[in-house]
Structure formats: C-alpha cells, structure tokens
C-alpha cells in the first residue's frame, strides 16, 4: 500500500539547512495499522505530509497503492483520508454540510453523500446535531466529526496526525471504537502518528523516529521483547544511588538503565538469576521499593531514543 | 442548502440502490481529471455562496459605506462641485466610480477568506482534496468574484434615485465591465493572500493597495488637468480603465480610448488570475 525508500525532505530555515526527514524507507503492506512514534520534531508530521500530497520529497522514493506521490497526486489524493493534527472544518456551516462538501470534493454521487454522511454521522452519535453550525461544537465532537469525514469517501488509506491530542479519556476511546468498526467494514491501511504510547500498542507495527531517522521498526510485542522478559524497578534513599549502581554492575553487568532517578532505577531483570526473590536478597538492604513488570512502549521508547521520558503532552 | 435540506428528508435507500450507488460510483471516479476539476470549482463556489447568504448582517453593512460615499459625499458635493467637461452633476458623476468602489472592496475581501481559511485549517481539507491547485484558485476566485458581483448591482440598482436610467444595451455592457474587475479584483486579493498566514497582516497589507487603488482611479475626481505625479500614478492604476469604461457607458464621455480601457482591465484580470494560480501552485 505504501512504498517508502530514502525520503529525505530538507528545509532552509533562516540560511540554514535543516534535515527534517533523514533517508527513511519502510513499506506498510494493505488493511495495516502501521504507526509513526517519536517525540514533536522527530519528522513524524514531515512524513506524512509528503505522503498525503501536502508537501514534495526533497529526494527518495513515495509510492501509495502503487502510485508515485510527484507524478499523479490527484489519483493518490483520491484514495487517501487525513486527519490532521488540527481541526480544518468549517466552522460556518453544519455538520451535515461539512460532509456532503468533503463528498462533493472527492466525486461521490448525491445519494451516496446522503447515505454515507448519515452512516458515519449517527456512528459517530453526532447525527441529532447535523444541522447544527460547527462553531457551536465541543473539541470532542468536532475531532470525532473529522473522523466520520476522513471515512466519508471510504478511503483505502486512513492517515491520522495525532488524532486524538488533547481530548478527554472517553472521547479517546470513543475515536479508537470508531476507527476500528470503520477498519472491519472494509480493509483499510491506517497509518498513524501519535505520542501516546499505549495507542500505539495497539498497531500491528511500529516505527519509532528520531531526529529524522527511524530507529526500530517492529511489531510492539517484539519491541518490548527486545528489552527482555521484564523489567524491575527498585526505589530506594537517593544516597544509595551509587553503591547500588556499583553492586548491579559488579553482580549483574548492568550498566544501562530504561529509567534512572537520584532514587529510581529501571532495568531489565538479568537471566541469570532463578527467582526475583533470590535477586532481591542479593541487593543492599537499603531499598524502600521494588517491583516487577512487563516492559511498555514507554521503556523501548525511553531506552531507543535516550530521551528523558517527558514526551509532552502525556 | 435547500438542496441539503431535500436531500436530508429522503428515506434510507434499498439494499438495490446501494447496489446501484457503487456502479455510479465506480464511474464518477473514473471521470477524467478535468471533469473533477469542474465539480471542485463549483464546490468552493458553492460554499462561499451559503456563507455569504448565511452571513447577511455583513452583506447590509458592506453597503453602508458606498451608501455614506453616494448620498452624503456626494449628496455634499453635488451643487458645489461641478467635474470639468462630464456635463453632469457630482453625484452622478461619482456613481459609476462607487459601484467599482464596492466591488474593489469585497473582492479583495475575498482574500480575506482565503487567510481565514488557513486560520481556520479548513484550506487543508480542500489542499488534500483530488482537485487541482488551479481548481481551487479558480473556485476561490468565482465564489469571491460572485459575492463582490451581487453587491455592485445591488448598487447600480440605485440608480433611478439618482434619476439615471441607462437602457438594457447600457446595463449589458456596465454587467459586462463589472463582471471583469470583479473577477480581477478577486484574482489579486487571493494572489496576496497565497503567502499570508495571519488575517491582521492582510488587512494591513490592503489597506496599503486597495486604497491607492480606490483613490488614484479617478472615481472621485476627473482625470483632465491633474497635476502630473497624480496623473502618472493614475495611470498606472488599473481600476482608473475600468472606471473611465463604467462613466462612460453611463454618462457618454471616456477619458481613454474605449479599446484601451479594454484591453488593460482584460489583461490585468488575466495577470492577476495567472499570478494567483501560480502562488498556490508553489505552496
């Protein structure tokens, strides 16, 4: 469905050359839920607008359903909805009239603009207010009426920009429940940019980027596999940070923590030991927690791309 | 709307019909780019027209201020200002002039529309549309142009209270020249708008052209014995054509040659369309 080999995108900001989007390549097979990760200036939002036509490839390779993105955009455009980051309705007119505009665009028949609008409007429970003008619109309704409009035209490829920022947990969830029931009616890609970690779990794959690059690439299992069966988290008096330290490296080769505080430390739980109980006993007696868990998105996340973990916005 | 308002009462099609509706469909997308174009250009006509029927208060107070210029400037004027060689009063004189005045003005709002549309994000969903660039310039363009048509012949209607009454060969022709700057107009106000992203800095920037424009066509005042810098820059100002067209048509007399009037409003509106289409192109 997707083709992408060595996209570069470069900008000049100010005489300087600036590297948004550094040789990418990935290929997202049809009916994928493929996601984008990486904190706000990681490229993820570039990517996207080169391929949902907005912006051009400085160089490298787009095909989307085997169509390149510079030689026909229209016949790619046709194909393709975007939900972006920030809302683009129009808020003069009613809900009903934003749909049947998004219809008109992309071709669809009369009828088949009033069928389809009427489907997404009441499956997004947004049908008892279609007459009504979108000014008068909570950010909720107006985000889950920009899904039901990015499916009016049954695009084969779904891209969403950080769909569900700044919205309350149940309208969240709400978005997902729709994009899904969407996905079953018909088998569409849905390509995705998020940084809420646990939306991205959900994908059948993910590609973490950094600094225009991307640098894993995976199902999210095996990512979180890569760090180990699990992952333990001791607390303890920030004034035994360093003999602990000492002690993991002396014992166990630990020297690099997925979380590191002056009186947390996180990492993977070594093999060579037979029980955590056993591990326990083997540490100074100074600490106040411990606990065991499966990895998260998160600690791939915080040990691939060395970030600090505050990914805004969470 | 209306049409909305029917489709919305229809009932729920057939499982047949849904049938039906995928054959159609499959057609519709097969049509040709050109075809696609053609149905963009009539929706982005379409939605400027229900936003303006929708917003009607702006509609009445976009006239107040040709109204103030007509009755109270030149209601002022009339008996102390006679224009040189148009054997006319000054409030007929000006007439023709406060027509392209109203135009001028809602056109270049037009731009406007396009700054609030990038404000809004709304540009991006006609951006990702399968339409051309071109398709949305020309779309932009007749909608604003439509808008800014309507009020000027709302305005020439006023005529009889001036006790003028041009004939229907008159009317055509003044249709026919206010259908052009309209149109030109429009162009330019969405060419300035391509690369503006805050709707203060547009209304600055218009004010800085859309009032030498207004002031140096000659809608005020008669062209003849001006004192040369004015005269120069007026005849540098495309709207001075398309003014000196309108009198003329109405009231008999052109400052210019006919042809030449035509020529340059009809090359300025092709300039302008062609430098619009080609700003959007590069976004």
Known sequence: MIHVSDLRKEYIQKGQKITAVNSISFDVQKGEFFSLLGPNGAGKTTTISILSTILSPTSGNVLINGIDVRKDPHGIRQHIGVIFQDPSLDDRLSAQENMDFHGRLYGMSPVDRLRRSELLLKMVDLWDRRSSLIRTFSGGMKRRLEIARGLMHRPLLLILDEPTIGLDPKSRRDIWHYIHEARREWSMTILLTTHYLEEADGADRVAIMSKGKIVALDHPANLKASLGPSLVTIEFPPESLESLKTTLNMLYGISRFSLESESLLRFPMPVNVSSPAVFLQSLPPVLTGFSIGTATLDDVFISLTGDDGSIDNR | ?283
Do not use: C
């Open chain 2, 1 to 283: 709307m209306e049409e909305i308002q029917r489709m919305t009462n229809q009932e729920p099609q057939s499982q047949l019909t849904i049938e039906l509706i995928s054959d159609i469909d499959q057609k519709i997308h097969s049509t040709g780019p050109f075809l696609r174009d053609l149905r963009g250009i009539y929706t982005l006509w379409l939605r400027d027209v229900i936003r303006l029927w929708r917003d009607r208060i702006r509609l009445v107070g976009s006239f107040i201020q040709p109204l103030l210029f007509l009755f109270v400037l030149g209601g002022g004027l009339r008996g102390r200002v006679v224009p040189q060689g148009s054997g006319t009063n000054y409030q007929i004189f000006i007439f023709p002039g406060i027509v392209l005045m109203s135009i001028l003005f809602t056109s270049s709002f037009a731009g406007m529309a396009v700054v609030w549309d990038r404000e809004m994000g709304f540009l991006k969903e006609v951006l990702v549309a399968p339409i051309s660039r071109t398709a949305v310039v020309v779309g932009k363009i007749l909608g604003g142009a439509s808008n800014s048509l309507i009020q000027g012949i709302f305005l020439l209607a006023l005529a009889p209270f001036l006790k003028i009454y041009p004939s229907f060969g008159q009317i055509f022709f003044m249709l026919g020249v206010m259908l052009i700057v309209s149109l030109s107009q429009t162009a330019m106000g969405i060419a300035l708008s391509a690369r503006m992203s805050s709707s203060q800095g547009f209304m600055v920037l218009m004010n800085f052209i859309v009032l030498p424009i207004y002031f140096l066509s000659g809608a005020m005042f008669p062209l003849n014995q001006l004192p040369t810098w004015l005269s120069v820059l007026s005849q540098m100002d495309p709207l001075t054509y398309g003014v000196d067209l309108m009198r003329g048509i109405l009231l008999g007399t052109f400052y210019y040659s006919v042809y030449r009037d035509i020529f340059i409003i009809m090359f300025f509106g092709l300039l302008m369309l062609y430098i619009s289409v080609r700003q959007f192109q590069k976004d």
